[in-house]
């Protein structure tokens, strides 16, 4: 396997890992109504906006529009719909990765 192969097949299993975590934190919410692990979450979204800059730019503009909270006073809710928001992205970057792939 050559080098930018591998680096392909490392960054799909990176972004497919990311998206699985986001998931399953959603869907807890969806069942139960709550974050049972409010701090888990917060590092979830903090290291994505880290990994990808589209999406600290992303929550900047989101922020700057509708105002910020300080995360120990953001709902559940919030928390939530901003990990939609990151799901969604690193699914469309995971299908053109893939699709980039089998060029």
Same mark, same amino acid.
């Given at each position: 396997?050559?080098?930018?192969?591998?680096?392909?097949?490392?960054?799909? %299993?990176?972004?497919?890992?990311?998206?699985?975590?986001? @998931?399953?934190?959603?869907?807890?919410?969806?069942?139960?109504?709550?974050l049972s692990d409010r701090n888990k979450a917060y590092q979830k979204i903090l290291e994505l906006r880290r990994?990808?800059?589209?999406? @600290? %730019?992303?929550?900047?503009?989101?922020?700057?529009?509708?105002?910020?909270?300080?995360?120990?006073?953001?709902?559940?809710? %919030?928390?939530?719909?901003?990990?939609?928001?990151?799901?969604?992205?690193?699914?469309?970057?995971?299908?053109?990765?893939? %699709?980039?792939? @089998?060029?």
């Amino acid at each position: 396997m050559e080098p930018t192969s591998l680096f392909r097949a490392l960054e799909r %299993t990176s972004i497919a890992k990311d998206i699985s975590e986001l @998931n399953d934190m959603i869907q807890e919410y969806r069942r139960w109504g709550k974050l049972s692990d409010r701090n888990k979450a917060y590092q979830k979204i903090l290291e994505l906006r880290r990994k990808e800059p589209d999406l @600290n %730019t992303s929550a900047i503009v989101m922020q700057a529009l509708s105002g910020t909270v300080p995360f120990e006073q953001a709902t559940d809710e %919030t928390i939530v719909a901003e990990m939609q928001e990151q799901l969604i992205y690193l699914t469309d970057k995971l299908r053109k990765t893939s %699709t980039d792939s @089998n060029k």
